[in-house]
Protein backbone atom coordinates (compact mmCIF):
# COMPACT_ATOMS: atom_id res chain seq x y z
CA UNK A 1 0.00 0.00 0.00
CA UNK A 2 1.33 3.48 -0.94
CA UNK A 3 1.35 6.20 1.40
CA UNK A 4 1.55 9.67 0.61
CA UNK A 5 2.25 12.23 3.58
CA UNK A 6 2.27 15.77 2.83
CA UNK A 7 3.40 18.33 5.20
CA UNK A 8 4.65 22.26 5.20
CA UNK A 9 1.37 23.81 4.83
CA UNK A 10 0.36 26.93 6.56
CA UNK A 11 -0.60 31.38 6.97
CA UNK A 12 1.81 33.41 4.76
CA UNK A 13 1.51 36.78 3.86
CA UNK A 14 1.65 37.56 0.29
CA UNK A 15 4.84 37.73 -1.74
CA UNK A 16 6.39 35.23 1.36
CA UNK A 17 7.21 31.45 0.77
CA UNK A 18 6.34 28.53 1.74
CA UNK A 19 7.90 24.95 1.10
CA UNK A 20 5.84 21.74 1.34
CA UNK A 21 7.26 18.28 1.41
CA UNK A 22 5.53 14.44 0.54
CA UNK A 23 6.97 11.70 2.07
CA UNK A 24 6.29 8.18 0.30
CA UNK A 25 6.15 5.08 1.75
CA UNK A 26 4.90 1.34 0.40
CA UNK A 27 6.60 1.54 -2.89
CA UNK A 28 9.98 2.34 -4.69
CA UNK A 29 10.05 5.87 -4.81
CA UNK A 30 12.93 6.36 -7.40
CA UNK A 31 10.67 5.10 -9.81
CA UNK A 32 7.59 6.57 -9.23
CA UNK A 33 6.54 10.08 -11.15
CA UNK A 34 5.29 12.50 -8.77
CA UNK A 35 3.19 15.72 -9.10
CA UNK A 36 1.40 18.49 -6.56
CA UNK A 37 -2.72 19.44 -7.29
CA UNK A 38 -4.59 22.09 -5.57
CA UNK A 39 -7.74 22.68 -4.84
CA UNK A 40 -10.45 25.32 -3.33
CA UNK A 41 -13.95 24.84 -1.96
CA UNK A 42 -16.50 24.65 -4.79
CA UNK A 43 -13.72 24.00 -7.69
CA UNK A 44 -11.93 21.40 -9.28
CA UNK A 45 -8.75 19.74 -8.06
CA UNK A 46 -6.03 22.04 -10.69
CA UNK A 47 -2.67 20.40 -11.55
CA UNK A 48 0.49 22.55 -10.09
CA UNK A 49 3.92 20.60 -10.90
CA UNK A 50 5.35 17.45 -11.79
CA UNK A 51 8.23 15.47 -12.12
CA UNK A 52 9.20 12.27 -13.35
CA UNK A 53 10.99 9.53 -11.86
CA UNK A 54 14.42 10.19 -12.71
CA UNK A 55 14.59 14.22 -11.90
CA UNK A 56 15.03 15.12 -15.36
CA UNK A 57 11.50 16.21 -16.64
CA UNK A 58 9.75 18.97 -14.85
CA UNK A 59 6.52 20.50 -15.78
CA UNK A 60 4.00 23.32 -14.04
CA UNK A 61 1.09 25.01 -14.58
CA UNK A 62 1.16 28.53 -15.99
CA UNK A 63 -0.34 30.37 -12.95
CA UNK A 64 3.17 28.91 -11.08
CA UNK A 65 6.20 29.03 -13.56
CA UNK A 66 8.60 31.22 -12.41
CA UNK A 67 7.31 31.19 -8.87
CA UNK A 68 7.42 27.25 -7.87
CA UNK A 69 10.63 24.53 -8.17
CA UNK A 70 9.10 20.82 -7.57
CA UNK A 71 11.99 18.91 -6.76
CA UNK A 72 12.97 15.05 -4.85
CA UNK A 73 15.41 13.46 -2.97
CA UNK A 74 15.09 9.62 -3.75
CA UNK A 75 17.41 9.25 -0.46
CA UNK A 76 14.63 10.59 1.52
CA UNK A 77 11.56 9.17 -0.76
CA UNK A 78 10.48 12.66 -0.75
CA UNK A 79 9.49 15.48 -3.29
CA UNK A 80 9.12 19.08 -2.47
CA UNK A 81 7.80 22.30 -3.61
CA UNK A 82 9.14 25.39 -3.16
CA UNK A 83 6.67 28.07 -3.24
CA UNK A 84 8.02 31.48 -3.72
CA UNK A 85 5.93 34.81 -4.19
CA UNK A 86 3.37 33.78 -3.03
CA UNK A 87 -0.16 35.38 -4.04
CA UNK A 88 -3.56 35.10 -2.09
CA UNK A 89 -4.57 33.02 -4.93
CA UNK A 90 -2.26 30.59 -4.16
CA UNK A 91 -4.52 29.52 -1.11
CA UNK A 92 -6.01 26.43 -1.45
CA UNK A 93 -5.77 22.60 -0.03
CA UNK A 94 -2.21 21.50 -2.07
CA UNK A 95 -2.36 17.43 -2.58
CA UNK A 96 0.76 15.48 -3.51
CA UNK A 97 0.12 12.36 -5.84
CA UNK A 98 2.05 9.48 -7.44
CA UNK A 99 1.91 8.09 -10.95
CA UNK A 100 3.26 3.96 -11.09
CA UNK A 101 2.90 3.96 -14.54
CA UNK A 102 4.23 5.78 -17.84
CA UNK A 103 2.68 9.34 -17.09
CA UNK A 104 1.79 10.13 -20.74
CA UNK A 105 -0.03 12.80 -19.17
CA UNK A 106 1.84 14.77 -16.67
CA UNK A 107 -0.72 17.83 -15.76
CA UNK A 108 -3.74 15.43 -15.89
CA UNK A 109 -5.33 14.31 -12.45
CA UNK A 110 -6.30 10.70 -13.31
CA UNK A 111 -2.77 9.91 -14.81
CA UNK A 112 -2.21 9.25 -10.94
CA UNK A 113 -2.71 6.05 -8.56
CA UNK A 114 -2.16 7.25 -5.24
CA UNK A 115 -2.90 11.04 -3.25
CA UNK A 116 -2.17 12.54 -0.14
CA UNK A 117 -4.46 14.00 2.24
CA UNK A 118 -3.67 17.17 1.75
CA UNK A 119 -2.20 20.38 3.55
CA UNK A 120 -3.67 23.81 3.62
CA UNK A 121 -2.08 27.13 1.83
CA UNK A 122 -3.32 30.25 3.03
CA UNK A 123 -1.96 33.24 1.75
CA UNK A 124 -3.36 36.88 3.12
CA UNK A 125 -3.13 39.67 1.38
Known amino acids: QVQLVESGGGLVQAGGSLRLSCAVSGRTFSTTNMAWFRQVPGKEREFVAA????????YYADSVKGRFTISRDNAKNTVYLQMNRLKPEDTAVYYCAADTGVLARPKVLFEYDYWGQGTQVTVSS
Open 51 to 58: IRWSGGNT
